[in-house]
C-alpha cells in the first residue's frame, strides 16, 4: 500500500491532508473531531492580538454559487479571524497538540502590521508547541480595511518585512498564506522567500460578490439590505489556485520553495493535481464545510488506491510531477493535429456539440444527414479545439483524435510534421528566431 505520510518542511503528519484555517478548525471541540474524523494537520483559525476579539457580523455571512445539481460550487463568506479570546484558543492549541502529538497544529497569525505587535504575539504562540505559524496575508474582507490581511499581500514588500520579523522572533517554522487578489502571484511568493518564509500557502479567498437580491437590490449575503464583497472558495476556485501553484513552483526564484496548495480541493483527485503540480501538501475548508469531517477517508483512500495503481510507493514519486510541462503558450507544439471523433454507439442525438460548433466556433458538426439527424464531425473544418467534448452532456461520447505523423491534415491539406515546432520558430511571427535547446520543453515521465 502507497505511503503518504507527509513531510512538509519538516513539519510530519500521517497524510498531506490538513485543515485550512477557517471555521472547521476554530475551537478544540471541532480539531479534536477532525482528528478522529483523519486529517493529517490543522491550521487553527486565525489568531489575532490580545485583547477584545473582532466582532462578526450577526446575520448571514454566506454566498453561494450552485450547479443544477443543487451541488455547492463556490462559497463565499464575510466572516473575520477568530472572535474567541486569544487566550483560549492557545491553551486549547496547547492541548489538543499534546493530545495528538502525531498530528500537525499550525497557528494562523493575523496581527497589524507593526514590528511590536508581532514580536508580541510570537512567543504566546511557541509556548504552546505547536508545530509552526501560518501568517494570514489573505483574507480579502473586513480586516484588509484595517490594514491587515490581503493588504499586507498585496505589497510584496510588507510580506518580505513581516515574514523576516517572524524568522527573527520564532523558532517555529514560518509559512506566509498568500491572497490571490493580486496581478502576479509570482511577486507575493518571491517577497516571501526574501524574507526567509519557510514555505507559501496558497490560495486565501477571492473578492467576490456571489449575487445580488433583485426585489430588495441588495447583494448576497444581506445583512438589513446591504452587503459588501466576500472571500470566494470551494470547487468553482481551484483552477486559479492550481495555476498559481505552478506558477511559484516553476518560476526561477521560487523555485524548490515548498508549496502547501488550498482552493477547491473536495476529492483525492483534486489533492493529487495540488501535489504533481508542486505543492507538497494540500488544505482544505469549503469540502468539509459542505460534507463535514469524515470526507477526508475519501481523499486517503483515493489517494492511496490511484497510488498503488500506478506504481507511486510515496509522495515524493507525485509532488512536481506535472510541473516540468507547464509551459507558457509560444512553447506549445504547433504540430499537434487533433480532431473530434463522436461515439455514435453513446450520442443522444441532443445536438449541443452542432450548435456550438456551428454558431461559436468552425462550422464543423452536421445536424441533418439524408433529412434525419446525425452528428458527425466533418474533418475539413474541424480546427481540434474540443468545445464540442466540453459541451455534450454525455461523458466520453466525443473523443479528440490526434492525427499521427505523416497523416494528412484535411482542413490544412498539410501532411502533420513529426517534428516539434513552437510559435517562436513560426514563419508568420514576425520576432520568430531559430530554434534553440532552450526552448524545447523536457517531456514528462
Ligand atoms: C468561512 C470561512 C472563514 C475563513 N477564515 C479564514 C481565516 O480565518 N484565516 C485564513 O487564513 N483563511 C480563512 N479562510 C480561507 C480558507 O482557509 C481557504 O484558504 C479558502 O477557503 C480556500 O480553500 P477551500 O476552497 O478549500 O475552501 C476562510 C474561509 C471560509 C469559507
Ligand atoms: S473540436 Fe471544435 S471545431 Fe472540431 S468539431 Fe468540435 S467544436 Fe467543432
Ligand atoms: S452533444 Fe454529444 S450527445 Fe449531443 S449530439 Fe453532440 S455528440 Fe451527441
Known amino acids: ?38 486529517w493529517g494537520g490543522v491550521v487553527w483559525k486565525t489568531l489575532g492580538e490580545e485583547g477584545p476579539p473582532v466582532v462578526n457580523v450577526n446575520g448571514p455571512r454566506y454566498g453561494a454559487i ?8 463556490g462559497l463565499n463568506n464575510i466572516e473575520l479571524i477568530t472572535d474567541r479570546n486569544l487566550q483560549l484558543n492557545l491553551q486549547e492549541m496547547k492541548q489538543v497538540k499534546k ?42 474582507h473586513g480586516m484588509s480595511e484595517r490594514g491587515m490581511g490581503s493588504a499586507v499581500g498585496q505589497v510584496p514588500e510588507y ?13 517555529m517554522p514560518v509559512i506566509v498564506k498568500l491572497t490571490p487578489n493580486i496581478t502576479d502571484i509570482r511577486y507575493p511568493a518571491r517577497a516571501a522567500k526574501r524574507g526567509g518564509a519557510d514555505a507559501v500557502s496558497l490560495i486565501n479567498t477571492i473578492s467576490s460578490i456571489t449575487a445580488v437580491n433583485l426585489d430588495s437590490f441588495s447583494p448576497e449575503p444581506s445583512i438589513d439590505g446591504r452587503g459588501s464583497h466576500g472571500g470566494y472558495c470551494g470547487p468553482a476556485v ?58 477526508v477517508q475519501e481523499m486517503i483512500e483515493g489517494l492511496k488506491s490511484w497510488m498503488d495503481e500506478k506504481g ?22 504547433l504540430n499537434y493535429v487533433t480532431k473530434a471523433k463522436i461515439n455514435q454507439d453513446l450520442c443522444i442525438k441532443c445536438g449541443r456539440c452542432h450548435i456550438a460548433c456551428e454558431d461559436t466556433s468552425h462550422q464543423a458538426i452536421t445536424h441533418l444527414v439524408d433529412g434525419a439527424r446525425h452528428f458527425e464531425v466533418i474533418e475539413e473544418e474541424c480546427v481540434g479545439c474540443n468545445l464540442c467534448v466540453n459541451v455534450c452532456p454525455v461523458s466520453g461520447c466525443i473523443d479528440m483524435i490526434p492525427l499521427a505523423a505523416g497523416e494528412l491534415d484535411r482542413r490544412t491539406g498539410k501532411v502533420v510534421q513529426p517534428t516539434y515546432a513552437n510559435w517562436t ?15 524545447v520543453p523536457e517531456p514528462a515521465e
Open 425 to 439: 520558430q513560426h514563419p508568420n511571427n514576425p520576432m520568430a528566431q531559430k530554434p534553440t535547446p532552450v526552448q
Open 159 to 171: 510580506i518580505e518585512m513581516v515574514a523576516r520579523w517572524c524568522k527573527q522572533y520564532t523558532r
Open 312 to 333: 507511486h510507493a510515496t509522495l515524493d514519486d507525485v509532488i512536481g510531477r506535472a510541473t516540468p510541462n507547464v509551459t507558457d503558450w509560444q512553447y506549445l507544439n
Open 238 to 295: 481551484k483552477p486559479i489556485a492550481l495555476n498559481m501553484v505552478a506558477e511559484i513552483a516553476r518560476d526561477g526564484e521560487t523555485r524548490g520553495l515548498p508549496i502547501s496548495g488550498i482552493g477547491g480541493v473536495t476529492t483525492w483527485r483534486d489533492a493529487a493535481e495540488f501535489l504533481a503540480l508542486g505543492a507538497g501538501n494540500v488544505q482544505v475548508c469549503t469540502a468539509a464545510m459542505t460534507y463535514g469531517f469524515k470526507i
Open 66 to 73: 450552485w450547479g443544477a445539481d443543487r451541488r455547492l460550487l
Open 1 to 38: 500500500m502507497a505511503d503518504i505520510r507527509n513531510n512538509f518542511i519538516g513539519i510530519k503528519s500521517p497524510n498531506p491532508f490538513w485543515l485550512a484555517s477557517a471555521p472547521p478548525t476554530d475551537k478544540a471541540y471541532n480539531v479534536v473531531r477532525a482528528f478522529q474524523a483523519g
Open 99 to 140: 493530545d495528538w502529538p502525531d498530528r500537525a497544529i499550525i497557528a494562523s497569525i493575523m496581527v497589524p502590521c507593526e514590528e511590536e505587535a508581532w514580536k508580541a504575539i510570537l512567543p504566546l504562540v511557541e509556548e504552546t508547541e505547536v508545530d509552526g505559524i501560518e501568517l494570514n496575508f489573505g483574507c480579502p
